[in-house]
């Protein structure tokens, strides 16, 4: 896996369609599926795109690689092209649908509205899950007195994150507020305030693939946003000292 994207320039709304397409085959098909064999939700980046850890006994898998469905075992692996979620469910045998019960999915449960992928604009966000994934573990090593969690590709909020000493910090492919790929920090006790230049997101800072494109560069935005983080709190500690 490189250590650097390659050209951030796929238009906002190609992205978007792909975006969510892929979302809704990671909350009704990947999801559904390991959350039916395991009781767990959480997906992590793979090859080409993302896709379930292994369960089960044959070490089962679901994976989504550029804009196809991959299904695998111990005893081998078959794909098919996604073309709508009931024939990504019928082709992995398993009954579509997001876990309700566990979150409000983000997506709707659209069986058989056509799955709008472009190979280049899936490619550029399996890319970035894949350097988020790598930029997290960089971070996880320098930090292990804040005791980082591993990184999970959460279906609902269809970005990659952990969360280490009550921040957060992760690498998503974009959303409504944010249409691009963006790396971002959120403070559990929200930004510090003042310096609105730095933290320049309502629930902490964000980073965009314009402007952060290797993983050095991620992890580096990581830090600094951490520094900040505890400078404030030590402050603030200080200011309430007698």
């Known amino acids: 896996m490189t250590a650097t994207i390659g050209s951030p320039g796929r238009p906002p709304a190609h992205l978007a369609v792909t975006r969510a397409a892929l979302h809704r085959v990671a909350e009704h098909v990947l999801a559904s599926a390991l959350y039916e064999a395991t009781g767990q939700i959480g997906l992590m980046p793979a090859p080409g795109g993302f896709a379930t850890p292994p369960f089960g006994a044959s070490g089962r898998f679901l994976a989504v690689d550029g804009a196809e469905l991959v299904v695998g075992d111990a005893a081998g692996t078959r ?15 398993i009954t579509p649908g997001a876990p309700a019960h566990v979150y409000k999915p983000a997506t709707p449960l659209d069986l058989d509205g056509p799955l709008l992928i472009e190979p280049d604009a899936a490619r550029q966000l399996a890319d970035w899950y894949g350097l988020g994934a790598q ?44 249409p691009v790929p963006y790396v971002y920090v959120g403070p559990h006790q929200g930004p510090p305030p003042g310096d609105t230049a730095f933290w320049n997101a309502p629930f902490g800072a964000a980073r965009t693939i314009r402007q952060v494109r290797t993983a050095a560069e991620m992890v580096a935005f990581f830090r600094d946003a951490r ?16």
């Open 79 to 93: 794909r098919t092209v996604l073309t709508t979620v009931r024939a990504a469910a019928d082709f992995a045998g």
């Open 135 to 178: 930029a997290l573990r960089r971070l996880a090593a320098e930090i292990p007195a804040d005791e980082p969690s591993a990184a999970v590709l959460w279906p609902e909020h269809f970005d990659l994150g952990s969360t280490a000493g009550a921040i957060n910090y992760g690498a998503s492919p974009g959303d409504d507020d944010l």
């Open 227 to 242: 520094a900040r983080v505890l400078a404030h709190s030590k402050g603030s500690t200080t200011r309430r000292t007698p």
